[in-house]
């Protein structure tokens, strides 16, 4: 188990570097650092329990708990008493991220459910891990890349306050956006009915599951219109419409007029 000799005498990496782990360790483990240090700690729980405490603040963490700790605040975190803990943990730089990404406060928590969120947290942090250990060329800006992936989706979560399994529904669609979605094999995938998915899904979006599909669908047809030479019939192929009507239907509802026209309106040199 790779740990450091001295924990309690780490202070930071003047340089910025990435340093990041896997730890999985019984109650004996424990950090203290009462002069803080220089960069910013973030750490995954995948299993067991541990805890962070710092000046008038202690935070428990259970599996899918994500604690960021800021620069030069005093603390102490360890495994909770008569059990373990597993955890993914990184130092990295602030300067490096930037503020707008990092909370205000010195200490917090983030809990998340399970879900494609989670999902694709674990995966950057993943990626860290194997990165840091690869060394390759450009590991750290690739370190970099998934520490800021799991900030900015952590900022994002904490900005659209939607249910975590309308979320999973959106996610679903992206990533199935070219097939014929069925409701019914979406909701299995997320745990809910088709008629309680459907109910909080318009609730909570303001558009049914089909709607919200089309409309990703426009987006992303539009995006390919304005942006590439491909033809409206090609297009509409590309994002998922196998009945060339349909697809000039939807574009005229979402859009407000016909590919030709809109293509004709973002690049009237291509006319």
């Excluded at 990184?90 to 459910?113: C, N, Q, W, Y």
Aim: with cysteine; charged share 20%.
């Amino acid at each position: 188990m790779e740990k450091f000799d001295k924990p309690s005498q780490y202070s930071g990496f003047s340089s910025g570097i990435i340093l990041s782990g896997h730890f999985q360790v019984d109650d004996s483990y424990v950090t203290s650092r009462p002069q803080g240090m220089e960069d910013c700690l973030i750490a995954y729980t995948l299993g067991g329990s541990g805890y962070f405490e710092v000046p008038g603040n202690r935070k428990n963490c259970a599996p899918g708990d994500i604690v960021l700790l800021g620069p030069g605040t005093p603390h102490t975190y360890g495994t909770t008493k008569g059990g373990d803990w597993n955890f993914v943990w990184a130092h990295f730089a602030a300067r490096s991220i930037g503020d707008k990404l990092l909370p205000a406060e010195p200490l917090s928590v983030h809990s998340l459910e399970p879900g494609s969120v989670q999902t694709r947290i674990y995966e950057a942090f993943r990626r860290i891990l194997s990165d840091a250990r690869e060394r390759s060329e450009y590991w750290h800006d690739l370190c970099l890349n998934s520490l800021r992936e799991i900030l900015m989706l952590l900022a994002q979560r904490q900005s659209r306050k939607l249910d975590p399994r309308v979320v999973d529904a959106i996610h679903f669609l992206s990533v199935h956006m070219r097939s014929p979605v069925q409701i019914e094999t979406m909701s299995k995938a997320i745990g809910l009915s088709s008629s309680r998915l459907s109910h909080l899904f318009k609730a909570q979006t303001g558009l049914s599951v089909i709607d919200a599909l089309n409309r990703m669908r426009i987006r992303q047809a539009a995006l390919l219109l304005e942006h590439t030479d491909r033809s409206a019939a090609e297009v509409a192929y590309d994002v998922g419409f196998h009945n060339y009507n349909h697809f000039m239907n939807q574009f005229r509802k979402w859009a407000g007029t016909n590919p030709s026209a809109f293509r004709k309106q973002e690049r009237p040199d291509s006319v």
